[in-house]
């Protein structure tokens, strides 16, 4: 056990000196290989435009909030320049993405792909995924919580690459002082996320 939490560590931290965008643009680039037939789709919802990578698997990725249509779909199709882009997402997505903005949805109910996602960071956002609707945790809790209470570095390493964010919400997760924190979309849409669920943190 505490060897295989040392290799975890190493790894980790092996790994802080790659920009979380480039650790995503490598998941991405793993997705396209294994999954030829991957799906592009972009909507809008009331926080902005929603990019989508799906497949008959669930959906592999979601890009955050974009201001623009021609944005998202420039920013979707350059992570995966071999998908087909199609007029529009899967109606229950979109509907549950577009409800979830609205203040309307408080969990989601969508088929994931997880078939690429390492088992440390599964065990990460599976944790996530667990915080309720308007409550944060800390990156120690994420820690205690998978089993690994030194890992609360190597925990916000997984979070940061996040294939999935806001269905798994890595947003739910700050310091342990009450800051914000990290987050792959900027601390201004964390923010904006943390305020829409309601969650009591000095934002």
Request: glycine residues 10%; hydrophobic residues 45%.
């Amino acid at each position: 056990m505490k060897r295989d939490l040392e290799e975890t560590l190493l790894e980790w931290r092996r790994r802080e000196s790659i920009p979380p965008s480039t650790r995503r643009a490598a998941i991405r680039a793993q997705l396209m290989r294994a999954y030829g037939e991957m799906q592009l789709a972009v909507f809008a919802t009331r926080i902005g435009w929603l990019g989508i990578a799906f497949s008959e698997r669930g959906i592999a990725a979601l890009h955050l909030p974009r201001g623009s249509r021609a944005q998202m779909l420039r920013d979707l199709q350059r992570a995966f320049p071999d998908a087909t882009t199609v007029d529009a997402p899967p109606a229950d997505l979109a509907r549950e993405l577009r409800e979830y903005a609205e203040g309307h949805r408080r969990e989601f109910d969508v088929r994931l792909d997880w078939s690429l996602v390492k088992p440390f960071q599964r065990a990460v956002l599976q944790a996530a995924h667990r915080i309720p609707f308007g409550e944060t945790r800390s990156y120690g809790w994420i820690a205690r919580a998978i089993g690994k209470p030194g890992a609360s570095r190597a925990v916000g390493q997984a979070l940061g690459a996040n294939p999935l964010p806001i269905i798994l919400p890595c947003h739910r997760v700050i310091s342990s002082d009450g800051g914000l924190g990290g987050y792959g979309g900027g601390l201004a849409l964390k923010r904006k996320l943390l305020a829409l669920e309601g969650a009591a943190v000095n934002l």
